[in-house]
Nanobody
Framework: QVQVVESGGGLVQPGESLRLSCAVS????????MGWYRQAPGKQREVVAS???????NYRDSVKGRFTVSRDNANNTLYLQMNSLKPEDTAVYYC?????????WGQGTQVTVSS
């Protein structure tokens, strides 16, 4: 059974940085694309960034140039480096398979950007 654990969120001021991590259990991680998703209060869940099994990345327009997604297949870990954070980045961030996520969503990690 695949399990994911997100970590690294916190409270930061605009312009600061965070790095999120997602530890994935099991031995199938390297075969699948992965994505970071986020959900802000009162809003729909949206894809932030994705990375294929081969390392090709994509980002939503609002985070291009600021966020970097990467993966460490040897350690079954997905990362999201978040620079120049803005208040509109405030949300709970989740990791899951991409483009087809599992039905189960983990606890996520809260990112709050506020002055």
């Amino acid at each position: 059974q695949v399990q994911v654990v997100e970590s690294g969120g916190g409270l930061v001021q605009p312009g600061e940085s965070l790095r999120l991590s997602c530890a994935v259990s099991g031995n199938i991680f390297r075969f699948f694309g992965m994505g970071w998703y986020r959900q802000a209060p009162g809003k729909q869940r949206e894809v932030v960034a994705s990375i294929t099994s081969g390392g090709s990345t994509n980002y939503r327009d609002s985070v291009k140039g600021r966020f970097t997604v990467s993966r460490d297949n040897a350690n079954n870990t997905l990362y999201l480096q978040m620079n120049s954070l803005k208040p509109e980045d405030t949300a709970v961030y989740y990791c899951n398979f991409y483009p087809t996520p599992r039905e189960y969503w983990g606890q996520g990690t809260q990112v709050t950007v506020s002055s």
